[in-house]
């Protein structure tokens, strides 16, 4: 990408302002920077379903409607503000790259068979694979399609290379399932592609869209990148560890889909791997409760959980390449809120 420098934001935050952002309620805070940018944003997802043939408008408008973390979206428009102003095509990206994730979570839940998302039917629940399927690939094409309206073609092929790199994760993943040969340098590189990648696609082209300079993109690309992958081995540890009451969405489907996450494959490296092969590949059917014991006893939990730790230290040292300012302290504070979250699932 040909980029421009591109001056720090007049607008420094005050020492408590930037302090503020950085305690257990810098989450929250962080939000609240963006909150009329992330409000346009729920507007116009809600608004995309409009936008198809009112044959097809009521599945739009179903899956777009629910809600949800609005990570990406998040990181993408705070990325924009730590590099200059937030404007109407950081919306525009924030828009994109949600209706990007929402066509990889049903086309999740076909694959996992889950019945349960944002405590709500899945789209598979309610209406089977076969709408499902082709509603999640009518989500990406619309997506991609919304893409091509940046004036600067680098963006929308960015865009592209992040969903594609996205689906490509999907596909190892589900090559490698029930694989007890998956290393966990297998896994890192399958969760950084199907996870990890458009978070830092939105962290980069944020900062793109503001004419910041080479070194600045690189480092929130890195950011988004390493802040994805700590965010989805926390997911992991959900499944395994978390209740539906508070995920609101079906658990425990990646052991009985034979995906496994970094608990697994730490027990498979430890002194109970004999009984986690047999508890996996036995000729019963696979006993998930069983494992999830396991999995609470030997201690994985918190070692995973460290190693979320460590991927977030190392995203908030990209950070320091940064002017400082509140949208930055405010990526800083996403980051802090992710490593809690682990920490706190470990404690249980």
């Not at 257990?24 to 009329?36: E, K, S, T």
């Not at 937030?86 to 994109?96: C, R």
Request: aromatic share 6%; net charge negative; hydrophobic share 40%.
């Amino acid at each position: 990408m040909n980029t421009k420098k591109t001056t720090p934001p007049t607008t420094q935050p005050k020492e408590s302002e930037a302090t503020h952002l950085t305690t257990p309620d810098g989450f929250a805070a962080a939000l609240d920077l963006i909150n009329p940018h992330l409000y346009t944003v729920e507007e116009r997802i809600r608004s995309q379903a409009r936008l198809f043939d009112p044959a097809v408008e009521g599945y739009v408008a179903y899956v777009c409607g629910k809600g949800g973390k609005r990570l990406r979206p998040a990181l993408a428009l705070l990325s924009g503000g730590a590099t200059g102003k937030i404007t109407s095509s950081h919306v525009d990206l924030a828009v994109i790259l949600e209706m990007i994730h929402v066509a990889t979570l049903v086309h999740d839940d076909i694959m996992d068979g889950a019945e349960l998302r944002r405590d709500q039917p899945t789209a598979n629940a309610k209406w089977g694979n076969s709408i499902s399927v082709l509603l999640g690939d009518l989500l990406f094409a619309h997506a991609l399609r919304l893409s091509t309206n940046f004036s600067n073609n680098d963006i929308s092929r960015r865009i592209a290379d992040a969903t594609a790199e996205v689906c490509s994760g999907e596909i190892l993943q589900t090559q490698r399932r029930f694989d007890l040969n998956l290393s966990i340098t297998d896994y890192y590189r399958i969760i950084e592609m199907k996870t990890a990648a458009l978070f830092s696609a939105g962290c980069e082209l944020g900062a793109f869209i503001s004419e910041a300079n080479p070194e600045v993109i690189g480092a929130l690309r890195a950011f988004g990148s390493k802040v994805g992958t700590a965010y989805q081995i926390y997911d992991d540890l959900l499944d395994l560890a978390g209740t539906e009451k508070e995920t609101g969405k079906t658990l425990g489907t990646d052991l009985r889909k034979g995906k496994f996450t970094l608990p697994v494959l730490l027990l498979l490296q430890g002194s109970s791997r004999d009984r986690v092969r047999q508890l996996l590949l036995g000729e019963e059917s696979l006993d998930a409760s069983a494992l999830e014991e396991l999995v609470a006893r030997s201690g994985v939990i918190p070692t995973a959980a460290q190693t979320v730790a460590r991927l977030i230290s190392e995203a908030r040292e990209s950070l320091s390449s940064i002017p400082a300012n509140r949208y930055q302290a405010g990526l800083d504070a996403i980051a802090i809120h992710v490593a809690a979250l682990a920490t706190r699932l470990a404690a249980r």
